[in-house]
């Protein structure tokens, strides 16, 4: 790729402070791998429904489907709790996602043995650890039809309808198979078909499709909740884990809370368009504006951006190495100080100058 085009969309809180960062680590990348860079803003979110009325417009819409990439900030908060049910920003989130057609969320959780600490876990079980999960994101139950509340009814209801094809259980199963052929070989895919029948349908599809394409990569399956024991019990014996939108939502968090802080996680979510890439943490409206803001999980995002998008897995490890030596280096912005002797609390725009100091030391090597 020579050209780049980046939609920012920084969102509410501390989205545009840890984009600002992930935007100089990108621009410096891909400077290096001598790829231009050109760069679009738009509200989305909070932002978007205060400007226009919406928390997308049609038009960012538009500017996202024509973008090779979107750099996303985390959306919402207090100030707009109160809105309509289809007018808050997590609505424009799933719409983006959909517009994009981007079906498969990527998730990895690495445990850095840096911040350690900051786990929740032992260190016997933690280290060593290095996951992904891959999330269906654009059906299931977050899409399903027929869904709402019918309170007219003798006896009130809420309801919601969890659906999943045979194609959209495929489609997103092979980017879970691909992955496991470049990393570990092992594919778990999570599912509840011992009560849910349309998750016993999915372990269906998963299995066929594994035996037919994929023989080369160990599959097993395990119950949601079974395997949320095993998440906390034994994280480092997980390679790769396929599920659902519902499932995924919920055990890709558990698993970033279990490194130590969703500051840390990156995501991308991939389809048939651009990718979108993002932090896995909330926009955090308490410490917004005051620089405190972690931005390590939104510049391993443009790691992410730099190996699926722009085709350059060299530069995205580069990023990523950088992290890894600026957290060597005992720099922890708040929610990952723990204060161990040889670190030193910084903020946002300091930890981004460290990545920076490292990331051109790697590309200079």
């Known amino acids: 790729m020579s050209t780049l085009e980046l939609l920012v969309l920084d969102g509410d809180g501390i989205g545009p402070e840890v984009n600002a960062q992930a935007l100089r680590v990108l621009r410096v990348a891909a400077e290096a791998g001598g790829i231009g860079l050109e760069v679009e803003h738009a509200a989305f979110g909070g932002a978007s429904l205060d400007a226009h009325g919406v928390p997308v417009t049609d038009a960012t819409l538009g500017l996202a489907k024509a973008a090779d990439a979107v750099l996303l900030g985390a959306v919402g908060g207090p100030k707009w709790d109160d809105v309509a049910p289809e007018l808050r920003a997590e609505r424009g989130l799933l719409r983006l996602r959909k517009e994009l057609a981007c079906f498969a969320n990527l998730r990895p959780a690495r445990f850095s043995a840096a911040i350690e600490p900051a786990s929740p876990l032992k260190a016997d079980r933690t280290a060593g650890t290095d996951l992904l999960i891959v999330r269906e994101l654009v059906s299931g139950i977050y899409f399903g039809e027929p869904r709402g509340i019918d309170r007219a009814a003798a006896d009130p209801e809420g309801f919601n309808t969890m659906r999943y094809s045979r194609s959209e259980i495929e489609r997103v199963a092979r980017v879970a198979f691909r992955s496991a052929q470049q990393r570990g070989g092992r594919l778990t895919s999570v599912d509840k078909a011992n009560v849910l ?24 399956h395990q119950y949601v909740d079974s395997f949320a024991m095993k998440l906390v019990a034994d994280p480092k014996g997980i390679d790769v884990v396929v599920t659902g939108n519902l499932f995924g939502d919920i055990l890709s968090d558990l698993a970033a809370a279990l490194t130590g802080s969703l500051g840390m996680l990156p995501s991308a979510s991939l389809g048939e368009g651009g990718g979108i890439y993002e932090p896995v943490h909330g926009s955090a409206p308490d410490i917004a504006g005051k620089g405190l803001a972690n931005p390590l999980g939104a510049i391993l995002s443009s790691a992410m951006l730099l190996e699926h998008t722009a085709g350059r897995p060299e530069l995205g490890r580069a990023v990523t190495a950088a992290v890894d030596a600026a957290l060597g280096d005992g720099l922890r912005t708040g929610d990952i100080a723990w204060g161990q002797p040889g670190t030193q609390r910084v903020g946002t725009q300091a930890m981004g100058d460290a990545v920076l100091h490292h990331l051109r030391r790697q590309l200079d090597a």
């Not at 029948?197 to 097993?220: C, I, K, M, N, Y």
């Open 197 to 220: 029948e349309v998750t016993r349908f999915w372990r269906e599809v998963v299995s066929e499709l594994g035996a037919a394409e994929f023989p080369d990569v160990q599959l097993d």
